[in-house]
């Protein structure tokens, strides 16, 4: 493993804020200012497909990346903002049901956040207001 992916490898695992490339770039650069970002795309490719990091994908906003151990998520459907929540580990259920060996899965519970909640309900009292 090249220097740059230990690094980004840490900075992944200590993160709890499903950090971006772009703000993995800006944390490397504090004690790598030589590191481009096309360096920080390709090790966190590798890492992915290693399997030491999660790459969250959700549709409009950019890539995500987390730590490893099991645990799923939330999305707000409005603004994209994430949130850890643990649930019971359904690997062995969903093998039964699909007759397959699952190496793992990413479960994304979509939901509207207080924020974006209260901002429809505004939209909606002033959509019907006279």
């Not at 399997?51 to 969250?56: N, T």
């Not at 903002?81 to 049901?97: I, K, P, S």
Request: charged share 25%.
């Amino acid at each position: 493993m090249t220097k740059y992916a230990k690094m980004i490898l840490e900075i992944v695992e200590t993160s709890r804020s499903h950090i971006t490339a772009e703000q993995i770039f800006d944390q490397l650069r504090r004690t790598c200012p030589g590191v481009v970002l096309a360096t920080v795309y390709n090790n966190l490719n590798r890492l992915w497909q290693d399997g030491l990091i999660r790459k969250i994908s959700v549709e409009g906003i950019p890539d995500r990346y987390d730590r490893i151990a099991r645990h799923d998520h939330l999305v707000c459907k409005g603004c994209g903002r994430l949130v850890d929540v643990d649930l019971n580990d359904m690997t062995e259920q969903l093998q039964r049901q699909v007759g397959v060996p699952i190496l793992s899965y990413d479960l994304k519970l979509v939901y509207w956040c207080e924020d974006c909640l209260a901002e429809r309900n505004t939209e909606n009292d002033s959509a019907g207001a006279p």
